[in-house]
């Protein structure tokens, strides 16, 4: 009589985290999230004072890479286009002279605009973008990084849009950006799809009045808030959080 045998389940040992199914679904999930930071939303971190006060040194924003087109991952080729970069929009984007830096700067000039600066002065298709002194209330340049002191500070009407500039009282070493592109009362023309862009700190900035325009294409999106901030004193060690400024948005 013969007797039946009960099966028993072999127990597989399970994938090591180094084994390729594992390193295989690790890729694909890299894959995923530099995709999503191409094409979708990206962080940027903020070093530079050429915005201020508008964006902070130490400002860690949001970028919304879908605010214009979406584009295949990887490269600059738009699948989709559904929106045109505004004027006073602040954008992220490749710096011209060397694409692989990102800057961020506000557009002033859209494609075919007449561009002028007089006297400190923007003049958009010979209209002046009139500024209203804001002296008055200086907070928002309490823990700006570059001397707040020497800047004075006004609130600049660009179309729509009333932000921040703040220039130096006496000249700087950077005032004469503001006099080659264009030259001082000369108008630049802007060619088309491309943008002529500006830092709020206008004496602080290098821009197109330095070297020229940023092509459509280069134009990575646009820069929605705040994320979180800190900075740190001169001469201080800590960090310090501005709590006020999470979740900012940005205009």
Known sequence: MSEELESVPS???KPGFFSPENLRQLAIFLALILAFRWSVASPYHVPTASMEP????GDRLLAWKLAYDVKVPFTDYALMTWAAPKRGDIIVFKYPK????DYVKRIVGLP?????????????NGNVQERSDHDNDRSILNDIHDNPDIKTLTVEKLG???HWV???KVSSPFFSLSMKYPSEGGEYTVPENSYFVMGDNRDNSTDSRS???VPRDYIKGKALFVMWSMFTVDDGFLPHLRWDRF???LR
């Open 11 to 13: 127990k597989k040992a």
């Open 211 to 213: 070297w020229g325009q």
């Open 54 to 57: 508008t964006i902070k040194v």
């Open 112 to 124: 075919g605009d007449k561009i002028r600066v007089e006297n400190n002065l923007l003049y958009i």
């Open 160 to 162: 729509d849009l009333d």
């Open 247 to 249: 979740g900012h948005s």
């Open 166 to 168: 703040i220039q130096d």
């Open 98 to 101: 060397e694409p692989d830096v």
